[in-house]
């Protein structure tokens, strides 16, 4: 089993920042690509960023340099740092990644069950 779980959202104030956090666990080999999503009300789902596992980052344009993804290898958790929040950007956020598990040797992507985040105007 691999799981992958997320921390960090929240109700914050437009302008505000947040850091969510997605730790995978369970029977991995290696974490390859990981990245966040997101799905506003009412709305499909929709990419926010990846990092590959030399750290190769790719942003959405709405991010518009206000986000930040990193990860940290030896905690196979990835970190979404959101500054200069809006209320647009509220939306239930989502982790994926690209792991390979121990046993048996397979290559499949994971999603955890969301976070909210919630931006007042």
């Known amino acids: 089993q691999v799981q992958l779980v997320e921390s960090g959202g929240g109700l914050v104030q437009a302008g505000g920042s947040l850091r969510l956090s997605c730790a995978a666990s369970?029977?991995?080999?290696?974490?390859?690509?990981m990245g966040w999503y997101r799905q506003p009300p009412g709305k499909q789902r929709e990419l926010v960023a990846t990092?590959?596992?030399?750290?190769?980052?790719n942003y959405a344009d709405f991010v518009e340099g206000r986000f930040t993804i990193s990860r940290d290898n030896a905690k196979n958790t990835v970190y979404l740092q959101m500054n200069s929040l809006k209320p647009e950007d509220t939306a239930v956020y989502y982790c994926?990644?690209?792991?390979?598990?121990?046993?048996?040797?397979?290559?499949?992507?994971?999603w955890g069950r969301g976070t909210q985040v919630t931006v007042s105007s």
């Open positions: 994926n990644a690209n792991i390979s598990r121990l046993f048996p040797r397979r290559e499949s992507d994971y």
């Open positions: 369970g029977n991995i080999f290696r974490v390859n690509g």
């Open positions: 990092i590959t596992s030399g750290g190769s980052t």
